[in-house]
């Protein structure tokens, strides 16, 4: 028993009041990450709040027998289905990665920018291509709110990306841009 128990049982102190709601803490999400201020005014570390895959649940019943008309509608969804994969396929057959860049960031103040260039792999036929994706992967110690990428230029060997902090503190970390296209 505490100190404090035992002082309020032995002489009976009446029960504290409840207080005033107090300020929702300052955070940061990134993705399922979580991230607290501290009363020091730096941020804590971000913990993944995503958890385990559940247990796979139990069968459901039998349903009712089909009829033709279920298995005509069956066999007009597979068609569908088949030939929009064969487009997706077409469509990933003529998209590939054709870069990467690594990406350090020391001290980038709230609302700061860093330019960064990815240089392609091969030059592409000309500068007419479309930016399928610009993922950014392995966010390593980066303590923040926000990132916001934007296309800055883009040539026939590469295109350069404007690199923002739209957090709520500085943005320290690397990463990496994997860039897709099609072209």
Same mark, same amino acid.
């Given at each position: ?37 501290? +009363? ?56 590939? +990665? ?33 930016? +399928? ?51």
């Amino acid at each position: 028993m505490t100190p404090q128990i035992k002082a309020a049982i032995e002489n009976e102190l009446p029960a504290p009041q409840k207080g005033d709601k107090g300020d929702i803490p300052a955070h940061a999400w990134a993705g399922t990450n979580l991230a607290f201020e501290c +009363t020091d005014g730096t941020m804590g570390e971000f913990v993944d709040l995503k958890g385990a895959k559940g247990d796979k649940g139990a069968k459901g019943d039998k349903g009712d027998a089909g009829t033709n008309a279920d298995e005509t509608r069956t066999a007009t969804l597979e068609s569908k289905t088949s030939t929009l994969e064969s487009k997706v396929a077409a469509i990933e057959a003529r998209t590939a +990665t054709v870069g990467t860049a690594q990406v350090s960031l020391t001290a980038l103040a709230v609302g700061g920018t860093k330019d960064v260039a990815v240089n392609f792999l091969k030059l592409m036929p000309s500068a007419n291509y479309s930016l +399928t994706d610009a993922l950014l992967t392995n966010l390593s110690g980066v303590t923040i709110g926000g990132i916001q990428v934007t296309v800055k230029t883009k040539t026939a060997a590469g295109v350069t990306f404007t690199v923002k902090n739209t957090g709520i503190a500085a943005l320290t970390g690397t990463f990496i841009i994997q860039v897709s296209a099609q072209g």
